[in-house]
């Protein structure tokens, strides 16, 4: 098993090994070309971006400027996703993203990490364990989530936190750490914030 076998399986691995330097190089050139597109050429900022992700839905797909990550092909994307400006993905694990899900800006989801010892660590050797969203799910500003994590169905996490470990469908969380607050429920279909109630009808 060489290095980039090691990483996709989430072993431990050397990213200066067996052509990983050379794949985040070729990355690095499509995302700085995709950072400088105009915002007026959506064809072309979408054909890109198409590009440097491994899978998406041919659905609604928005990415703002600027956008980062470190190979691209580790990222699977379902229909109707937006994230907002200074999205970053180290996707040396793989990143998996359900269905009608939005991200708030400087979301980073990280997969990578390196060991606890200093002499470990030292090694060279990292790892990248896999990140999963589910569908239906809000991601707000300035969240960092950790390798391992998932996020489960219908989720909201609130600006801010750092999630280390798995929340479950259905549930609002926030903090660092990041822990479950409630459950969303029912109830919550006519607030769009706090106490507030909508004051039309064609929301639901």
Not at 34 to 46: A, G, M
Not at 97 to 113: E, K, R, S, W, Y
Request: aromatic fraction near 12%; hydrophobic fraction near 35%; include cysteine.
């Amino acid at each position: 098993m060489d290095h980039k076998e090691r990483m996709l399986a989430n072993l431990p691995y050397k990213s200066w090994l067996d052509g990983l330097s050379e794949e985040r190089l070729a990355c690095k050139k499509k995302i700085y070309e995709y950072n400088l597109l105009p915002p007026d050429e959506p064809e072309k900022r979408q054909a890109l971006l198409r590009e440097i992700l491994g899978k998406t839905s041919e659905g609604y797909l928005t990415i703002e400027s600027p956008f980062f990550c470190d190979y691209g092909y580790n990222i699977e994307i379902g229909t109707n996703f937006f994230a907002n400006y200074n999205f970053i993905v180290l996707d040396v694990g793989k990143v998996r993203i359900g269905d009608n899900v939005m991200f708030g800006p400087n979301v980073m989801l990280c997969t990578a990490g390196h060991p606890l010892h200093p002499q470990t660590r030292n090694s060279g050797y990292e790892y990248g364990i896999d990140i999963t969203i589910g569908d239906n799910v809000w991601i707000g500003g300035n969240v960092c989530v950790l390798p391992g994590v998932t996020i489960g169905n219908n989720v909201v996490i609130g600006a801010g936190s750092v999630v280390t470990k798995d929340i479950p469908d259905n549930m609002l969380a926030y903090g660092n750490p990041c822990r479950v607050a409630r459950e969303i429920t029912e109830e919550d279909r006519d607030f769009y914030f706090r106490d507030r109630k909508f004051d039309v009808d064609d929301y639901k």
